[in-house]
């Protein structure tokens, strides 16, 4: 599978830091734990354009029954919680190496529904949601201004891991002639190399402790998302309609004749979406490029 090849990285980093410890203990130069958390911001990219195609669509339908939307679509490119933890080792007082872990979900419901003249209903649910993960390497550098205040930069890169959901419910009921739902269940995960780096400042407390305020950027994107999707159509009459894919993720956009127009959609498949009626098929694209925004503490032990 493609993805091994991200393991024999993973083994070389291990084995990297394993060395690096045991000449710190030999030179007595010691190492320190990171702890922090703060705020920070995704581009979800095609998961947005997925959710404000789904939207463009309520609009039209709307439009053609001269009815009204209620609600809308919340995007993922909103601030949201970051935490993390690096382990650094130390070289001299000015250098260190950091392993870190850090961990960014996402997670976004949109309500929309429709009515006309009390005679018929349409409503549904979108729910995506993102867990991201990193496993980076950084060289850290730091430089004293005073002997309690330290500025530092710590550029890298890593490897992030991205497991997405994307679930959909829809119903509609025309009062005496039809009567459905439609659920959508997608699961899938991709993993990928980045980069990140950071301008941080420390303050010492102590001999053992600092506190520090950092401000940080990364730069990945994912294009191999692999998983699963499950449709099932219900009707009122009891008709069932239950089908799973499994492959690749892919992004496109499809022509609804009765609409006049283009929506964004999503399919599982090892094979990319063809026909007449669809356009700008590629792989599904995550970007995880943002920045943040952390503060915490350092323990030097």
Same mark, same amino acid.
């Given at each position: 599978?493609?993805? =091994?090849?991200?393991?024999?990285? !993973? ?14 203990? /030999?030179?007595? #130069? ?8 703060? !705020? ?19 609009? /039209? ?13 919340? /995007? ?8 993390? !933890? ?52 950084? #060289?850290? &550098? ?9 500025? &530092? ?17 829809? =119903? ?29 400042? =420390? ?27 499950? &449709?099932?159509? #219900?009707?009122?009459?009891?008709? $069932? $309609? ?8 892919? &992004? ?25 009626? !669809? ?7 995550? /970007? ?12 030097? #032990?």
């Amino acid at each position: 599978m493609k993805k =091994e090849r991200y393991v024999y990285p !993973i083994i070389l980093i291990a084995l990297f830091l394993l060395a690096a410890s045991a000449q710190a203990d /030999d030179l007595g #130069l010691g190492f320190s734990f990171k702890v922090g958390g703060g !705020i920070s911001q995704v581009r979800a990219r095609d998961l947005n354009a997925y959710g404000e195609g789904y939207e463009n669509h309520f609009d /039209d339908i709307a439009a053609s029954w001269l009815s009204s939307k209620e609600g809308e679509f919340n /995007d993922l490119n909103t601030l949201g919680g970051e935490v993390g !933890i690096d382990v650094l080792f130390n070289f001299t007082e000015n250098f260190a190496i950091g392993f870190g872990f850090g961990n960014f979900p996402r997670k976004s419901q949109s309500d929309f529904s429709l009515q006309e003249e009390g005679v018929i209903s349409f409503t549904a649910i979108l729910d995506p949601r993102i867990s991201n993960s990193s496993l980076t390497l950084s #060289l850290y &550098y730091f430089y004293p201004f005073t002997s309690n205040l330290r500025v &530092y930069i710590n550029p890298g890169a890593g490897l992030y891991l991205s497991k997405m959901a994307l679930n959909t419910n829809s =119903e509609y009921d025309e009062t005496g002639v039809l009567s459905y739902s439609e659920t959508v269940e997608l699961s899938t995960n991709d993993l990928a190399f980045g980069f990140q780096g950071g301008l941080g400042m =420390e303050v010492t407390v102590g001999g053992y402790m600092g506190l520090f305020i950092e401000a940080s950027g990364r730069y990945c994107k994912l294009k191999s998302y692999r998983g699963r999707l499950k &449709y099932t159509f #219900l009707s009122s009459e009891g008709a $069932v $309609v239950a089908r799973t894919s499994s492959g690749d993720l892919w &992004y496109f956009e499809k022509y609804n004749p009765s609409l006049a127009n283009w929506y964004s959609q999503v399919q599982v498949s090892e094979e990319a979406p063809v026909g007449s009626d !669809i356009r700008n098929a590629r792989a599904f694209t995550a /970007d995880l490029s943002g920045f943040s925004i952390k503060i915490g503490i350092r323990l030097k #032990l």
